[in-house]
């Protein structure tokens, strides 16, 4: 591997991490402010895309349009499964388990659907994926939690809690998509700055009706979180961007488990930042998902 598709993934990898910590902070948004950081996102990254129009880098076939609608509503289910991991739970609990998650099921789906038969190594790392999934969502006996701040809430025991579920789903839904999207900017040559820009349009869109029925919810987010909108509305589209260019240029195996680095980045970034609880355990079981992912992507 080069040192471009290196740098690439890994700049891809903390922005991704940081853009997220953006979503936490506005984790109570819910639809409105995926609808407004989807707005930031089409305004900035518009005149890239007339750019691309105008000098002739845009020829889309059936096969190509085909593929980018099917990708932007996975895309849309994954981003409203994201905001509501976060309004349920910390950044420290949801952006691990939806990050690590996807390799794991990849494994699993390989096994039951496919008939593969993984290495040591792989189960070895798949192991590890859930050991390190449950340690950074073991809930508390006592005590309030960052999702409720209801101290009852920490004692109900449930084989999954909520802010899990939803971190899982959203992690199954955007391992789907990367390999479909890796797929649509390498083999059917689609830009990845117009892939993203459609992805953000048809939020604006799908989600538009309801959300500006309610324009004074939508007023006070973006009184109140304009500037983590606007942090999400340049940094998403940038980390997915730099993730598929850096895909078009090394083998999506070696690079994909590469930017999961970011699942340390977040957890570090919500023990600084958001000074969320028992830091030592989620870091650790951070660094265990890691180490899973790694070893799934050496096998």
């Known amino acids: 591997m080069t040192l471009l598709p290196l740098c690439l993934i890994l700049a891809s990898g903390i922005s991704h991490a940081v853009w997220n910590l953006a979503v936490k902070r506005a984790g109570a948004g819910g639809s409105a402010f995926v609808w407004l950081y989807s707005a930031v996102a089409v305004v ?167 959300v500006l029925r309610r324009r004074g919810v939508l007023a006070q987010l973006w009184r109140e979180h304009r500037y983590n909108a606007l942090v999400v509305g340049v940094l998403m589209p940038l980390s997915y961007i730099l993730a598929l260019w850096s895909f078009t240029l090394a083998s999506i195996s070696m690079l994909a488990p590469i930017r999961e680095v970011s699942i340390v980045v977040a957890c570090l970034l919500s023990w600084c930042l958001l000074s969320e609880p028992q830091p030592v355990r989620r870091l650790l079981g951070a660094a265990v998902v890691l180490t899973g992912v790694f070893a799934l992507a050496l096998a």
């Open 44 to 210: 900035i990254y518009t005149p890239s895309v007339l750019w691309l129009v105008a000098t002739g880098r845009i020829n889309l076939g059936f096969l190509s349009a085909g593929a980018i609608a099917i990708s932007s509503l996975g895309q849309l289910v994954y981003y409203l499964l994201l905001q509501k991991a976060y309004s349920l739970g910390d950044l420290s609990v949801v952006y691990p388990v939806a990050r690590g998650s996807g390799p794991l099921l990849l494994v699993g789906a390989a096994m039951l659907l496919l008939g593969e038969r993984p290495s040591a190594v792989a189960l070895a790392g798949a192991a590890a994926v859930v050991v390190g999934v449950l340690i950074v969502g073991a809930r508390r006996v006592s005590g309030s939690t960052a999702a409720t701040g209801n101290a009852d809430a920490a004692r109900v025991r449930l084989p999954i809690s909520a802010d899990v579920a939803f971190g899982l789903a959203a992690g199954v839904l955007i391992a789907a998509c990367n390999l479909w999207d890796a797929r649509t900017v390498s083999v059917l040559a689609v830009s990845p700055i117009l892939l993203e820009w459609v992805f953000n349009g048809t939020r604006v869109v799908v989600l538009g009706a309801g």
